[in-house]
C-alpha cells in the first residue's frame, strides 16, 4: 500500500493537492506552511468546477510535493468564496506570502493570468487551515 494510500485510510475522504504551480513555488508555501507563516491559501472557483472538491470545513487534505510525495496534512477550519477584489488585507496576510494586500494582489494576479485567466471579478475561493501533522517528521 502507498503512503498516499495509507494516509487517505487514516484521513477519509482526504483530498491531495499540490500548492503553487511550480515546484518551487509549491516548496517554498509547503515551508511557510511549516513554519506557521501559511495559514491560508486560495484558488480560482474555476479550478474547482473541473472536478476537484471545494475545500469544506472540517475536512483534512494531504499536501504533496511538486513530486507528488506527502508533505502535510491539515484540516480547513473557514472556507470564504468571493471576488478577488473582495479578498481583504486580513485574508492575504494569513496566506503568508505578502507583506500587504497590493503584494498579495499583484502576485495573485500573476499567478492566475499563468494557470488559466485573471479577472478582478473572478471568483476565488479563500480557505484557512490547521497544520495537523508534518509528515517529514515520519521515518
Known sequence: MSAIEVLKERYPGAVTFKFGDSATLSAAHVSRVRSGRKV??????????????????????????????????????????CSFEEVTEAMALAEGENNDLEGWRNDHRAFFKRTGGFSPEMQVVWERFALIEDLSQKG
Open 40 to 81: 491560508a491559501t486560495c484558488g480560482a472557483l474555476r479550478d474547482f468546477e473541473n472536478g476537484e472538491p471545494l475545500p469544506s470545513v472540517g475536512r483534512r487534505d494531504i499536501v504533496l510535493a511538486w513530486d507528488g510525495s506527502p508533505e502535510l496534512v491539515i484540516e480547513t477550519v473557514e472556507v470564504v468564496q
